[in-house]
């Protein structure tokens, strides 16, 4: 269902490394500092993109196909209850969620060729704490997944769906993509530190991406669940993301304030997570 990412191009760990070097002391306080290293690290992922966007591209490829077979097949059957508004309409925002989340949940592969090519190291012998380079790296993720979701977007636009184009909307879409991409990249680089090899991590990837999937409300509501599904869903954080969407763009009921909550609480959880376990992955 999800294709693994291609091989990054060489990146320059001196480079890297240097963005990250403190300033003096008296120059910048601490409270200034992380943040500042954050951006750094989150512009370094993201300069890898000049190299090689393709990835970005052929990934749009199942969104289109899941929107405008399943969708559209559903869609006449009918047999799927959505509240009233059209199966197609109702299945793009779990689509969105499913396409951001593939790219994000093999992130802990890029962790793992940074280490293979001494990138890492360098990284962690700098004065960053660990859980900055995690969350730049998370939120970088999670742009690329903003990136990813505009061309669904376009997609779903094109074949019909009807959003909304609210700039606030808009903006809370890119937020919960954000903080969900951010969080399955830390939840990839925490399994990266445990299985601590590239063949492991993508038998793994592919082993929990559908489980999640489909343990979530992206194809159908909740209530259509059995009762053991339902309690899956009600932990897994991709429903949270997808309920957001459902709400910010097809204007249905929702319950944005627990979502966001929900969510932010998931991408620092897995910043944790993944911070702890990146000196074991570096050995």
Not at 81 to 99: H, K, M, V, W
Request: with cysteine; glycine share 6%; net charge positive.
């Amino acid at each position: 269902m999800s294709a693994v990412p291609a091989t990054p191009p060489p990146a320059s760990a001196d480079g890297a490394a240097a963005v990250l070097l403190p300033a003096p002391a008296q120059d910048r306080p601490a409270w200034r500092v992380v943040p500042a290293r954050v951006a750094a690290m989150c512009v370094v992922e993201l300069q890898k993109l000049r190299h090689d966007r393709t990835e970005l591209y052929t990934r749009a490829v199942q969104p289109a196909l899941w929107l405008l077979v399943f969708g559209e097949t559903f869609t006449r059957i009918n047999v799927i209850p959505t509240g009233g508004i059209p199966y197609r309409d109702y299945l793009a925002p779990g689509i969105i969620a499913q396409s951001t989340m593939f790219i994000a949940i093999f992130y802990g592969i890029h962790i793992i060729w940074e280490r293979d090519s001494g990138v890492l190291t360098k990284l962690l012998v700098t004065p960053t704490p660990r859980a900055a380079l995690v969350a730049g790296k998370a939120f970088a993720a999670g742009v690329k997944a903003i990136v990813q979701a505009v061309v669904v977007v376009v997609i779903a636009a094109l074949l019909g769906v009807h959003l909304s184009w609210h700039p606030l909307r808009l903006l809370g879409v890119m937020a919960a993509v954000l903080l969900g991409s951010a969080f399955f990249a830390c939840l990839s680089v925490t399994i990266a530190g445990i299985v601590r090899t590239r063949d492991r991590l993508m038998g793994f990837g592919q082993a929990i991406t559908m489980p999640l999937f489909f343990a979530s409300n992206a194809l159908y509501p909740t209530t259509s669940m059995p009762d053991w599904l339902r309690v899956v869903s009600a932990v897994n954080p991709l429903s949270y993301e997808v309920d957001a969407l459902r709400g910010l763009l097809l204007g249905v009921p929702a319950h944005l304030p627990l979502d966001f909550a929900v969510l932010a609480v998931a991408a620092a959880a897995g910043i944790t997570a993944a911070a702890a376990l990146l000196g074991r992955l570096a050995r």
